[in-house]
């Protein structure tokens, strides 16, 4: 793209003086127009160069310079950074960990325990390009609630005297006694080399009870001091999941002045520490942030299971019916579904780490060639995307230079985009795998990505990165079977066994090659959110308007049925359903609601159920959140407040959408025009 000074001279031009918004506004967690944002940009857009010029295999380039395969995060290819990981909070908090600037001990309060998984967060997220995830963040947090609890429990004691509180000897035991036979724990936290002491010892056990939140035996013995000091545990639980929810939020911290992409997945955690967890993360998120908005991270995931929370008399259903109403009225959280035939396979009832979870934006990762088939301390490597629809229109019948679909050529061609993108994968990987422990740095040091910590900084990783999953991506099925066939997969059920088929036989190939590089070789529905309007545009240009085709700003999403096809809701899901199954590097798939979502739970419940009983693999429900800056009001709002009647050219209001599985700030000035246009196309699936 860039060959001289001059075209250097010109890009840098271009983004400092913000003048291409497809350019500013390709990543729209990003504000490209900021200052950090255009240093990120800069740099990014050289990096892309010299990647093509000086790096990538000779076939890649020429299909990325024709449209056929994408590279994502190409910036990030002569790095060797790797995408995304499911974070193991649980070993991290229990041993404590090392930022670089200083050690932090395990935390002694949930408050804590709260205040270091942001820091956590913000430590790896510079570790890799894409996101960062907590797989099962309600069980990681349980046993800090204990830690609060007890220390609660043991003031309570001595305001109430109910009993003498010891606070150097326990139960006749020395402090150090104590520790050793496990009556007692430290609350000592250990933050850049000082170290803070928080009351020595603190009771675990009294009159042969355990000092726990859950310990019913408790109440008969302490009554008053166990049900204060349960009150006490859960406002503070409360304030801890508020000032989480708040720092994932404010951390600018990622590069280019982002706010790090997490997500966190919880549900399952049936002790009533867990669940306090789970309803405080609920709690918080309804509330909002500062002035009432709704938080755009993390990305919640509620983790959906049979026996745990979907039926009435199960421990955590009704914890299922406040994310339902939290999800009507914040649009988070997303549904995952561990019962889907292909998630349970893997699920391990002693094992929460088996669970199913999500990145959020719909990645997944739990089988594993090489055993390791958990989520937590592994993630996705890199992916690449084949353009179906430029396959489609080379092969089908949208030219009229042919009266029917040419399928043997289309998979023919499809085979030689497969190779290629496989090919860019593994030519990526060695450069990964060829990377020295320090360069990922905490990743690594603090065993994050699992067996890191036995590595010496100047060690490969290539060991450990195999765990890690490469995905081949694709794009615009409704888009492809339009071209071939006349019709997409929604109007016509031949056309959608054949869209079946059709990644039915990527899928194939796919596992096909895991065996052969004995790598974990995996299916992406792709997330396209600059990558829609960037394979368009180009499409059109060299083809021209083909009706259904290229005639809108951007493609349909992976096996997305359109948004601008009128469709019920049940159908949709029914028709999107088969391909979950066959995408295991992740997918999703949404139903648009109106802005009344929060008034009809009942409807809302139902849709959710029903998409799981469908082996939806993961779902969500997306309906807009309009919000006034001037008087707090959410709806739907036009050109002006109906609350407080301020205009839209006085000030704009806070428009907020999902894309590609996570929220962004207003639609209007973060998402690019392809993506603007896709939300505005979007038809309500009754």
């Known amino acids: 793209m860039f060959e001289s000074t001059d075209l250097f001279t010109q890009l840098a031009e271009t983004v400092i003086g913000a003048q291409d918004q497809e350019l500013t506004r390709e990543n729209a967690n990003m504000n490209g127009e900021s200052f950090s944002g255009k240093m990120s940009k800069l740099g990014s857009e050289f990096s892309k160069w010299y990647a093509k010029q000086a790096i990538m295999p ?9 449209n056929e395969v994408y590279i994502h995060d190409l910036d990030q290819y002569v790095l060797g950074t790797t995408n995304c990981i499911f974070i193991p909070f649980s070993k991290l908090l229990a041993k404590g960990f ?74 006749g035991y020395t402090e150090a006694e104590a520790f050793a036979a496990g009556v007692a724990e430290s609350t000592s936290v250990e933050l850049n080399n000082d170290r803070i002491s928080m009351s020595g010892a603190v009771r675990t056990h009294i009159d042969g009870e355990e000092i726990s939140y859950s310990n019913n035996n408790l109440a008969a013995l302490y009554p008053k001091t166990y049900e204060e000091a349960r009150k006490l545990t859960i406002q503070e639980t409360n304030q801890a999941a508020e000032a989480l929810i708040h720092n994932l939020n404010t951390m600018s911290s990622r590069a280019g002045g982002q706010i790090p992409f997490t997500s966190i997945n919880y549900g399952t955690c049936t002790s009533e520490e867990g669940q306090l967890v789970i309803d405080s993360l609920l709690n918080a998120t309804m509330k909002g942030l500062g002035r009432g908005e709704t938080p755009v991270f993390p990305i919640q995931i509620f983790k959906c299971k049979q026996g745990v929370n979907q039926n009435p008399g199960e421990p955590n259903y009704e914890l299922f019916l406040k994310s339902i109403a939290c999800s009507s009225q914040r649009l988070y959280p997303n549904f995952a579904n561990i019962d889907a035939p292909f998630n349970l396979q893997y699920y391990r009832e002693d094992n929460p780490d088996t669970e199913f979870a999500t990145m959020g934006c719909r990645t997944r990762v739990i089988a594993d060639q090489h055993g390791r088939n958990h989520l937590s301390g592994k993630g996705n490597l890199s992916f690449n995307t084949i353009n179906l629809v430029r396959l489609g229109i080379e092969h089908g019948i949208a030219l009229d230079t ?129 990558l829609s309007g960037k394979f368009t545009k180009i499409d059109r ?25 009128p469709i019920r809701a049940a159908r949709k899901i029914m028709l999107e359903a088969p391909f979950h199954e066959l995408c295991n590097a992740g997918a999703i798939s949404y139903i648009e609601l109106d802005g009344n979502a929060r008034n009809n739970t009942e409807a809302f419940h139902k849709i959710v159920q029903f998409a799981l009983s469908q082996n939806i693999s993961y779902f969500s429900v997306n309906h807009p959140i309009d919000r006034c800056p001037a008087c707090g009001y959410e709806g739907i709002i036009g050109s002006s407040c109906p609350s407080c009647g301020m205009l839209e050219q006085h000030q704009p209001f806070r428009r907020l959408r999902r894309v590609t599985g996570y929220l962004t700030g207003d639609y209007l000035t973060r998402f690019n ?3 603007v246009a896709e939300v505005q196309d979007r038809l309500k699936h009754l």
Request: glycine share 6%; aromatic share 10%; net charge negative.
């Open 58 to 66: 000779k076939r890649l380039v020429e299909a990325f310079e024709n």
């Open 98 to 171: 090392n930022t670089g600037n200083g050690s932090v001990r395990t935390p002694g309060s949930i408050t804590s325990a709260m205040a270091l998984t942001a820091i956590i967060f913000q430590s790896q997220q510079n570790a890799q390009f894409g996101g960062v995830s907590a797989n099962m963040l309600d069980w990681d947090l349980a046993p800090y609630v204990n830690k609060s609890f007890r220390k609660h429990f043991a003031t309570v004691q001595q305001l109430l005297k109910d009993e003498e509180r010891i606070a150097v000897t326990v139960q």
């Open 402 to 530: 042919r009266d029917k679909a040419d399928e043997k050529g289309f998979y023919e061609t499809l085979q030689e985009r497969l190779n290629i993108a496989l090919e860019g994968l593994l030519h990526r990987y060695h450069i990964q795998a060829s990377q020295k422990a320090r360069a990922s740095d905490f990743m690594m040091r603090e065993d994050v990505w699992e067996g890191g910590a036995d590595l010496a900084p100047d060690d490969s990783v290539s060991e450990l990165l195999k765990h890690g999953s490469l995905s081949i991506g694709f794009i615009g099925i409704a888009e492809c079977m339009k071209a071939m066939y006349g019709v997409h997969h929604a109007e016509d059920e031949t056309v959608h066994a054949k869209a079946v088929q059709l990644v039915a036989y990527m899928r194939q190939y796919c596992d096909e090659m895991s065996e052969k590089h004995q790598l974990n070789i995996t299916l992406f529905a792709t997330p396209a959110e600059g």
């Open 541 to 565: 240009a060299y083809f021209g308007d083909l009706e259904g085709i290229t005639d809108r700003a951007y493609y349909t999403n992976s096996f997305h049925v359109p948004v601008y096809y």
């Open 673 to 675: 025009s392809a993506k």
